[in-house]
Structure formats: structure tokens, C-alpha cells
Nanobody
Framework: QLQLVESGGGLVQPGGSLRLSCAAS????????IGWFRQAPGKEREGVSC????????TYADSVKGRFTISRDSAKNTVYLQMNSLKPEDTAVYFC??????????????????WGQGTQVTVSS
């Protein structure tokens, strides 16, 4: 069964850091686009970052550029989202998702086939 499981969320103070993990099972992360999305209460789900494993290219939302970094560990079949300089507006449930492609990742929810269950990130003092 193809599955993604997120972990690493929690409560952090403004300016702090968290690293989210997205572990894949049932498939390997070759020729896939893996994206991180987030959804705050009352808001639509938005793309945060995406990595295309076949072309090794990354994409970031303007709101997180320079603060977040997406990366992949092939040996662990896991994608990470390192989040630094966190702000209260980063508070949301964070989801990872994938779709199969050999092209550059398109960070739109409609492209993604399978989603994880989400992990809560709360940035507050």
C-alpha cells in the first residue's frame, strides 16, 4: 500500500525551528514529485515547497523562501522540510503528498494523488 506519514510537528516560539519528515512506504521516491502543503483554520490548503526527485529541482512559495528547505534522503525514503525563523503565520497543519512525474514539480493540490494525514505546527510565544 502506498502511504506517506508525516512527523515532526509541534509547538515552537517565533524565530524557532522545526524539521518535518515525510516517510514513504510501499514505493520508492524515484520519479515522483513530493510536496509540502499547509492549511490554517478557515483557509485553503496552500503549497509550501516541492521537490522533483527525477530532476532534483525544488520549488518554494514566496512566503517561505530563504526560511524553509526541502530535501530528500533516498536511503531512508524520506523527504524533509527544515523550517527556520518560524513566524506565527506559519501555524497550520502541514501535509505531504506525491504524484508520479519525471518533470518539474507543479505545486498545485490538484496534481497530487496521495496525501499524508498531516502534522500540526504551532508558532506561538
Amino acid at each position: 500500500q502506498l502511504q506517506l506519514v508525516e512527523s515532526g510537528g509541534g509547538l515552537v516560539q517565533p524565530g524557532g525551528s522545526l524539521r518535518l519528515s515525510c516517510a514513504a512506504s510501499g514505493f520508492t521516491l524515484d520519479y515522483y514529485a513530493i510536496g509540502w502543503f499547509r492549511q490554517a483554520p478557515g483557509k485553503e490548503r496552500e503549497g509550501v515547497s516541492c521537490i522533483s526527485t527525477s530532476v532534483e529541482r525544488t520549488t518554494y512559495a514566496d512566503s517561505v523562501k530563504g526560511r524553509f528547505t526541502i530535501s530528500r534522503d533516498s536511503a531512508k525514503n524520506t523527504v524533509y522540510l527544515q523550517m527556520n525563523s518560524l513566524k506565527p503565520e506559519d501555524t497550520a497543519v502541514y501535509f505531504c503528498a506525491y504524484y508520479r512525474t519525471r518533470a518539474l514539480c507543479v505545486m498545485r493540490t490538484s496534481y497530487f494523488e496521495t496525501w499524508g494525514q498531516g502534522t500540526q505546527v504551532t508558532v506561538s510565544s
